[in-house]
């Protein structure tokens, strides 16, 4: 089992920065793949970024060049920094992890860009 927690999100203003941060409690030396999804009003859930426990990332291509994911696996911590945030940004954001073949899920926290 593993217990997941984001915090970070707020409101900001279009062009700004923000860094959201996700900690792993639980059994977290079996955690493999860690990952970064959003929920926009009405839409579907999306992968944003995912990185590895060796650190390969990979991004959606609507934030290649913008957002930046990494991982301190001693602290079971996954960040996902966003730089240039556009309103079409705004939306929930779920911070993911991997053990085995399942997938644990935080509560979300929600980013909200004003234009």
């Known amino acids: 089992q593993v217990q997941l927690v984001e915090f970070g999100g707020c409101l900001v203003q279009g062009g700004g920065s923000l860094r959201l941060t996700c900690t792993a409690s639980?059994?977290?030396?079996?955690?493999?793949?860690m990952g970064w999804y959003r929920q926009a009003p009405g839409k579907q859930r999306e992968l944003v970024a995912t990185?590895?426990?060796?650190?390969?990332?990979t991004y959606v291509d609507s934030v290649k060049g913008r957002f930046t994911i990494s991982r301190d696996n001693a602290k079971s911590t996954v960040y996902l920094q966003m730089n240039s945030l556009k309103p079409e940004d705004t939306a929930v954001y779920y911070c993911?992890?991997?053990?085995?073949?399942?997938?644990?899920w935080g509560q979300g926290t929600q980013v909200t860009v004003s234009s």
């Open positions: 993911s992890a991997t053990l085995g073949w399942a997938t644990y």
């Open positions: 639980g059994s977290i030396s079996s955690i493999g793949a």
């Open positions: 990185i590895t426990r060796g650190g390969i990332t």
